[in-house]
Each structure stands twice: as structure tokens, then as C-alpha cells.
Antibody
Framework: EVQLVESGGGLVKPGGSLRLSCTAS????????MTWVRQAPGRGLEWVGH??????????GYAAPVKGRFTISREDSKNTLFLQMNSLKSEDTAVYFC?????????????WGQGTRVTVSS | SYVLTQPPSVSVAPGETARVSCGAN??????VHWYQQKPGQAPILVVY???DRPSGIPERFSGSSSENTATLIISRVEAGDEANYYC????????????FGGGTKLTVL
């Protein structure tokens, strides 16, 4: 069974930094593309970014609002995905979900974690 | 800019068929995926590649797509289907390849 568990959320001041983690199990993490999606309070889903598997090049991609401030990385030996968030703004307040990208092929997000809450406030 | 347009809300009586639309220019040229999200829970994938169903998702969930509109179809709606539904596409030709629709709240009357 695929399991994704996010951690690292919390309260941070504007301009601060936070690193989120997503620990995976139940599938071949090394071969998986992974993504982060966030949801601001009372709002819809918003794609944050993704990382390819290393065998596919390991390239990352980011949404415009976070590009240059957020960095996605992975540590395959620990089945863990990371989201480094710098220069945080109040509008980054959201629940952050990690998800797998097309484990059986395709461009859908087929398994999701339960999310970790990030609050940016002074 | 490219936007996926969903109606904010859809209401349907139990046992009827609900249709949730997702509109965008030429959306029919790329696969559309649909997610169900209940309050306080993570989204789950209910339809992918326009009309395929992941294992464990009831056959009541299906989808279709035409040139400018994709549609999630929920047959024989049950009270437990009440949720927010989001469409999503991944278009690798764009600088920002992933897009979600704004979401549709399905209310079961």
C-alpha cells in the first residue's frame, strides 16, 4: 500500500524559512516522479512543483508564485521528498500535500499524503 | 493565460446523475484528471486520462472529454459523494505545466 507522510509544517514569520519532508513507502520511490500541491484556507488546490526521478533526469519544475523561493529535492536512499521554502510570505499559508505522479504511467497525481499545515504570520 | 473553468457548485438529488464540467481552450488535446476532496481530507483521484478509473473507485464515476470541455459524470449519486471536485491537466509544452480547476462543490440534496 502506498503511504506518504508529510512533516515539518508549523508557524513561521514572514521572510522566514521552513523545510517540509514527505516520507514514502509501499512503492519504488527511486523510480517515481513526485509533486507538491498546496491548499490555502478555504481555497482550491494549487500546484507548487515537481521533481522527476533521477533516472529520468531529476529535473524540477515550479509554479510561478514560488519559483526562486522554493526548492524541491529528494533523498532516494531514505525514500524522502523535501520542499525547502525560503522568503515565506503570508500568501504561502496553506496545507501542503505531497503526491505521486503517475505511478503506473500518466500525468495524474495518484496517491496523496494527508498534508502538513504551514502558517506564515508575524 | 490558460485557465481551467469549473462551475462553483452543482446540486443533484440522490439517485440522479451529476455532471461537473471543466472548460478550457482545446482541453480535449490533453488528458484530464479528476479529484474528489472531502472536508479535512486529502484529495483522491477518481478519474484519470479523461475517462479511466483507478482501482477501488466505483463504476458510478466516469468521464468524457470534447474539444473545449471535459466532464466528470457521477451516476446514481449517493450522499457520500458530496465533496469538492477538481479537474487537473499536465501540459509539458507550457512553462508551468500543471493546472487545477477552481473546484466544484457537489451538493446532494
Amino acid at each position: 500500500e502506498v503511504q506518504l507522510v508529510e512533516s515539518g509544517g508549523g508557524l513561521v514569520k514572514p521572510g522566514g524559512s521552513l523545510r517540509l519532508s514527505c516520507t514514502a513507502s509501499g512503492f519504488s520511490f527511486t523510480n517515481a516522479w513526485m509533486t507538491w500541491v498546496r491548499q490555502a484556507p478555504g481555497r482550491g488546490l494549487e500546484w507548487v512543483g515537481h521533481v522527476e526521478s533521477r533516472v529520468d533526469g531529476g529535473t524540477t519544475g515550479y509554479a510561478a508564485p514560488v519559483k526562486g523561493r522554493f526548492t524541491i529535492s529528494r533523498e532516494d536512499s531514505k525514500n524522502t521528498l523535501f520542499l525547502q521554502m525560503n522568503s515565506l510570505k503570508s500568501e504561502d499559508t496553506a496545507v501542503y500535500f505531497c503526491a505521486t505522479v503517475g505511478l503506473t504511467g500518466g500525468w495524474m497525481f495518484d496517491s496523496w499524503g494527508q498534508g502538513t499545515r504551514v502558517t506564515v504570520s508575524s | 493565460s490558460y485557465v481551467l473553468t469549473q462551475p462553483p457548485s452543482v446540486s443533484v438529488a440522490p439517485g440522479e446523475t451529476a455532471r461537473v464540467s471543466c472548460g478550457a481552450n482545446n482541453i480535449g488535446s490533453t488528458g484530464v484528471h479528476w479529484y474528489q476532496q472531502k472536508p479535512g481530507q486529502a484529495p483522491i483521484l477518481v478519474v484519470y486520462d479523461d475517462s479511466d478509473r483507478p482501482s477501488g473507485i466505483p463504476e458510478r464515476f466516469s468521464g468524457s472529454s470534447s474539444e473545449n470541455t471535459a466532464t466528470l459524470i457521477i451516476s446514481r449519486v449517493e450522499a457520500g459523494d458530496e465533496a469538492n471536485y477538481y479537474c487537473q491537466v499536465w501540459d509539458g509544452s507550457r512553462d508551468y505545466p500543471v493546472l487545477f480547476g477552481g473546484g466544484t462543490k457537489l451538493t446532494v440534496l
